[in-house]
Every structure is written in C-alpha cells, then in structure tokens.
C-alpha cells in the first residue's frame, strides 16, 4: 500500500505563477512534492527556495536537486515543510546537512540517482528519515528507470524502518509493480500534469497505489 503525491516542477521563478500552480495541486492533494533546481547540479533554474509557498494544512516535501544543498537549508527550513530531501551526489558535508534538517523538527530525507551505489553512501541512510529512488533525469518529466527499485533491499539492509519514495515515470501502467516492490510514496508528476482532469487521475492512481 502507498500514497499518491503530486510532483510540482516549477517551469518559472515567477511566485504568482508559482502559487497558482500549488492552489491547483492542492485542491485535490493534500500532500506534495516539490521540486527546486539549481541550474548547476540540475540543468534548469526555478524559483528560490525562500519564495516556495502552499496553503496551511497541506503536507510538503521539498526535493533541493542542489549542488550545495547546506548553503540553501536555513531558508528551505524556513517555509516550514514536512520534509525536505537532498541528493547522494550533492557537495558539501551532507550529513551535517541532514542534522540541520532533524533538529529543526523537519523530516529529513536523502535522493539517490539510478547509478549511484547505496552502500556508498550508508551514512545518509542510516541517518534518513526517507529515501527516494530517482529514476529519472534532473530537470527531466515523465521518464523513469524501474530498474532503480533494485536498491530498494539495499537501503533495507541498512536502515530497515525508513520510508522510501519513488521518483521518475510513474503512471496506471507501472503503479502495482512499484507498490509491490516496497515503495510507500510515489511521486507522480507528468501522469497528472497531462490528465485531461488531474483530480480524478489523481484519485484512480491513489485507488491502485492502495491496493
């Protein structure tokens, strides 16, 4: 059994534009994922992670897809989110970024790439209150790499309580597969973005992903 969370990709660093896209989101979710880019350790720039805003009562996740993700934490912090996850493959002292996160009261979670090795980073993942498996490309939408789910008894091996996430294509077609590998959050992003109705896409992939 999993849940259903609505990817938000910003296209923009425009916050009226911004916020029009989260009112949208969250009249039908109450739980979502947003992701902000850098434009050096992903390809593409959008809002800054102090101009990220979503209406009180709905529960935020906030993928950093940052180069240097501890010099961004204070103002990510800041916006109150229910978790905020950073990249394997970031610089920088990364552990001391995941205790930034914790002490403040927020979840703490850590991203890793299809081609990065888990047991490379263990100390993230003992350390993690979440782990999500990327399967797609930074900045990218709509593709993902199921072979990734493999290091999903890796991460068991190593923290064998923490929540995992799924990021990268997910859709009706490959829902079950995921669910049953052992994924509780599955981020979904272009499967809603291009629904002719979202909201009721949004309820039939929470349907299978509750199976």
Do not use: C
């Amino acid at each position: 059994m999993a849940i259903i969370v609505p990817t938000v990709m910003p296209t923009t660093d425009n916050p009226h534009v911004f916020r029009d896209i989260m009112e949208r989101v969250t009249s039908y979710a109450k739980r979502i994922h947003i992701d902000l880019m850098d434009g050096d350790f992903a390809p593409h720039r959008n809002i800054a992670s102090n101009m990220i805003w979503w209406p009180e009562g709905v529960q935020a996740d906030v993928h950093l897809m940052y180069r240097r993700p501890l010099e961004v934490i204070d103002d990510a912090v800041a916006s109150l989110p229910s978790m905020i996850i950073i990249h394997a493959e970031a610089e920088g002292d990364l552990v001391e970024t995941l205790r930034r996160i914790k002490e403040t009261g927020v979840r703490a979670g850590v991203s890793f790439l299809r081609t990065t090795n888990v047991y490379d980073h263990r100390n993230l993942v003992e350390q993690a209150d979440h782990v999500m498996l990327f399967g797609g490309e930074l900045g990218g939408d709509g593709h993902g790499e199921l072979a990734a789910l493999e290091k999903i008894s890796d991460i068991r091996s190593i923290n064998s309580s923490v929540e995992i996430g799924w990021d990268g294509g997910a859709d009706s077609s490959n829902i079950y597969l995921i669910v049953d590998q052992g994924v509780s959050v599955i981020n979904v992003g272009a499967a809603l973005r291009n629904a002719q109705n979202p909201a009721a896409e949004f309820d039939r992939l929470s349907q299978l992903a509750g199976r």
